[in-house]
């Protein structure tokens, strides 16, 4: 009972990447450009409330991306919580406050998390203005957790934003060093 349970979290997960996926090709913007960029020919473990996929974006005549279902990898490249994620689609927390209070986990090569913090930012942008991406974020909210009433998406101007976050992480005593710069000698040698 538990292993078909997962196996349909799998199932379902799968099916909203695809149909994320479809819906960023129909709508041909910069982020459907920037996910063919950053992604085609690579792999990645994706983990969901301990529900992993590993996915393979294979380029051909277009992209596609296949997930196969597994269970322990031992490396994951991106996780997080299903409560993250609804709190970043709606507005309630940023990607970047999210990623450095660790609810979300990155690893990768330095260009790579570059390219895909620029393809999520683009994701949560068109989010607010495309219905199908509106509509796939409530049912994902609907149906994958215990949460009943998540609100819409809000628009980016209504979105509150905190900058910052990464330099509140550095501990006082540290932003408190207070470094001398040598005096410049004014002197004429000549």
């Not at 090709?25 to 301990?50: C, F, H, M, P, Y």
């Not at 990768?108 to 203005?129: K, T």
């Amino acid at each position: 009972m538990i292993q078909s349970q997962s196996r349909d979290r799998h199932t379902q997960l799968a099916q909203w990447l695809h149909r994320l996926v479809e819906t960023l090709r129909t709508q041909q913007g910069s982020t459907w450009r920037d996910l063919v960029q950053t992604v085609s020919g690579k792999n990645a473990v994706i983990d969901l409330d301990e529900i992993q996929l590993l996915l393979r974006a294979k380029v051909g005549e277009q992209l596609e991306i296949e997930c196969e279902h597994i269970q322990a990898a031992e490396s994951v490249n991106f996780k997080t919580s299903s409560a993250t994620v609804q709190d970043v689609i709606t507005g309630r927390l940023t990607f970047d406050k999210a990623v450095a209070q660790q609810k979300i986990l990155l690893r990768g090569s330095l260009q790579d998390l570059l390219d895909i913090h620029q393809v999520l930012l683009g994701i949560l942008a068109d989010s607010a203005i495309n219905p199908q991406l509106r509509h796939l974020w409530t049912e994902f909210n609907q149906d994958w957790s215990d949460v009943s009433s998540v609100p819409p998406s809000l628009a980016l101007e209504h979105q509150i934003s905190s900058y910052g976050e990464f330099i509140r992480q550095v501990p006082t005593d540290v932003l408190g060093i207070v470094v001398d710069l040598p005096q410049e000698d004014t002197t004429d040698t000549n």
